[in-house]
């Protein structure tokens, strides 16, 4: 599985769009860059993925760049709801599926 | 919408003791996953199954754990004899395909006393 980095931490204020970098740069072909995010200890949330297209849906917005090696995920309109940490996740290729997840990044939506 | 549901929301369990983690995946899901996350750590993969049969795990996942599919709806995680470092919170996941979104349930607090 691809090797992510996140920045540890990120402030964003309410409304305003949270834009959260994730470098990929080992990431395989085939393998996908996944998003989740964790809020307090629930289970990890899905939130978007995608293989090299930038996409889009009722979340957030993934821009993965032409070469695969980052990826922005875009939250458009960050509520305090959206607090939580945020994982980039490179999977795929000939796993099962399995998910890796780093240590995210921890955004913090202030009012 | 369809989740996965997690029983019991929290175990105390005494060292050495066996437990076994219960998990409803989605219904028509056919990969499922076990993780833990020790408290103030990352997330880590257990275990992955599909068609009846371990396909992936990881080092944490020795003699001591297992999993079943025992009948069309249950997935279970066994801890056969549990130690003090298998405190965790322990998280089912499901997919409808290997590279499709993992829906997880809200976990299963285990604390071993």
């Known amino acids: 599985d691809a090797k992510t980095t996140q920045p540890t931490s990120m402030d964003c204020a309410e409304g305003r769009a949270a834009n959260l970098p994730c470098n990929h740069s080992?990431?395989?072909?085939?393998?996908?860059v996944y998003w989740y995010r964790q809020i307090h200890s629930q289970g990890p949330q899905y939130i978007i993925h995608?293989?090299?297209n930038n996409e889009t849906n009722e979340m957030a917005s993934l821009i993965i760049t032409e070469d695969r090696k980052s990826s922005t995920l875009i939250l458009p309109h960050a509520t305090l709801r959206d607090t939580a940490v945020y994982y980039c996740?490179?999977?795929?290729?000939?796993?099962?599926?399995?998910?890796?997840f780093g240590q995210g990044t921890i955004l913090t939506v202030h009012p | 919408e369809p989740e996965v549901t997690q029983t019991p929301s929290h175990q105390v369990t005494q060292m050495g003791q066996e437990v076994i983690l219960r998990c409803v995946p989605i219904?028509?899901?056919?990969?499922f996953y076990w993780y833990r996350q020790i408290l103030g750590q990352k997330v880590e993969f257990l275990v992955s199954?599909?068609?009846?049969?371990?396909?992936?795990k990881s080092e944490i996942f020795d003699d001591q754990f297992s999993v079943e599919r025992p009948d069309g709806s249950n997935f279970t995680l066994k801890i056969r004899s549990t130690k003090l470092e298998d405190s965790a919170m322990y998280f089912c996941?499901?997919?409808?395909?290997?590279?499709?979104?993992?829906?997880f349930g809200d976990g299963t607090r285990l604390s071993i006393l």
């Open positions: 219904s028509n899901h056919l990969y």
């Open positions: 996941a499901s997919t409808p395909g290997q590279f499709q979104p993992q829906h």
């Open positions: 080992t990431i395989s072909g085939n393998e996908y």
């Open positions: 996740i490179g999977a795929g290729g000939t796993s099962y599926g399995k998910l890796t």
């Open positions: 995608g293989l090299k």
């Open positions: 199954f599909y068609n009846n049969e371990i396909s992936e």
